[in-house]
């Protein structure tokens, strides 16, 4: 069993694949959570820690009990893709983030709609057009959302397996090609402006993987809202062995 003998806040990030759960790191630190957890519960929690270390109590600090809140706050990350060309929006273990924002409301969906909204994410007005391709293990469970999305007013394109799960669960949908199989397809859709926001995830295999970055590289750069997975353990190492391949193969250039 592991041991951590630290006294005080340990930030801790974990990778999960498949069933397994691995510890990347843990620092004994905490400075973006410590700043965010004062501001929601009103309180300096940074200048008591001082006060604390130079020798005083929690009772003459005034600090004994724990603040009940009436709000729910959320934490959003940063993400400046648009500023990376040609960088892929999946998300690994691997810090992307610039910054971080903070959505507070008597509920957590207010709270976390402020937060998106802060870090940039809108949503498109009712009436837009939402695009969804999804591998087989998550058609099932992108159903319910597709049927809320219909329910307010959005209209549904999905590519051919996922608008047939989408039907058998009572999701009015349109077909679309994927890239891969012709045109016009999803990407062409996205670039006459009839796409205004998608959910997206790959099988893994090549043409998909292909297929999925240029799909998000293009709703990047034409602002369309994205909705995902975190990119897998085999796209993070076929990621390193390509870029160590063509890091080889300048050197030898050279």
């Known amino acids: 069993p592991l041991q951590l003998p630290p006294s005080g806040l340990l930030n801790i990030q974990y990778c999960v694949q498949d069933e397994d759960v691995y510890i990347i790191e843990a620092n004994p630190r905490a400075s973006r959570t410590v700043p965010f957890v004062a501001k929601a519960v009103g309180h300096p929690l940074a200048a008591y820690a001082s006060l604390l270390m130079s020798g005083m109590t929690l009772k003459e600090i005034g600090f004994e009990k724990e603040p009940v809140l009436n709000h729910v706050a959320v934490k959003e990350a940063v993400l400046p893709f648009e500023k ?45 057009t939402v695009f969804i391709t999804m ?19 959005y209209k549904v394109v999905a590519t051919s397996g996922t ?6 669960g009572g999701v009015e949908c349109s077909d679309v090609l994927k890239i891969q199989e012709g045109r016009p397809n ?14 997206i995830t790959s099988t893994g295999d090549e043409p998909d993987v292909r297929d999925g970055k240029d799909l998000r590289r293009l709703a990047l ?23 160590r391949k063509a890091h080889f193969l300048k050197k030898k250039k050279k």
């Open 221 to 243: 750069s034409l602002k369309v809202r994205m909705k995902g997975e975190e990119r897998s353990g085999k796209e993070e190492e076929d990621e390193a062995k390509t870029e």
């Open 163 to 168: 608008a047939a799960a989408l039907r058998a």
């Open 84 to 128: 990376f060309a040609g960088a892929d929006t999946l998300l690994g273990p691997e810090m992307k983030s610039t910054g971080e924002v903070m959505g507070i409301d008597v509920d957590f969906g207010k709270a976390y709609a402020k937060a998106a909204i802060a870090a940039g994410s809108r949503l498109p007005p009712s009436g837009s």
């Open 186 to 199: 999803a990407a062409d859709l996205m670039r006459n402006g009839e796409i205004d926001m998608m959910f």
């Open 135 to 153: 591998t087989d293990k998550y058609k099932d469970a992108i159903v319910p959302a597709a049927r809320q999305l219909v329910e307010v007013g």
